[in-house]
């Protein structure tokens, strides 16, 4: 099992900056990835970024060139840091890591956290 726990949401204004933080606990030998995803009302949860175990990284690309997904091994948190922002960009975002046993993914979410970004 894995637990995550997410801070560094709120409310911004468009062209402003915020980072979030995804400190992760339990079978963290067991991650293959870890990434984020957000979900406006009414719409699906999608990915934004991803960092894989070997610091491969992902993006969407509505967040190309804004936003940068970064890992502190040692504090076992991954971070996003959203520049730029959009009202687009508001949601709710998860943080989300995976491990495969036996060929069978492992999905891990966390409570989610708000980002409000006002024009």
């Known amino acids: 099992q894995v637990q995550l726990v997410e801070s560094g949401g709120g409310l911004v204004q468009a062209g402003g900056s915020l980072r979030l933080s995804c400190a992760a606990s339990g079978s963290i030998f067991s991650i293959n990835a870890m990434g984020w995803y957000r979900q406006a009302p009414g719409k699906q949860r999608d990915l934004v970024a991803a960092i894989t175990r070997g610091g491969s990284t992902n993006y969407a690309d509505s967040v190309k060139g804004r936003f940068t997904i970064s890992r502190d091994n040692a504090k076992n948190t991954v971070y996003l840091q959203m520049n730029s922002l959009k009202p687009e960009d508001t949601a709710v975002y998860y943080c989300?890591?995976?491990?495969?046993?036996?060929?069978?993914?492992?999905?891990?979410w966390g409570q989610g956290t708000q980002v409000t970004v006002s024009s």
């Open positions: 989300n890591a995976f491990s495969t046993n036996w060929g069978k993914r492992n999905d891990y």
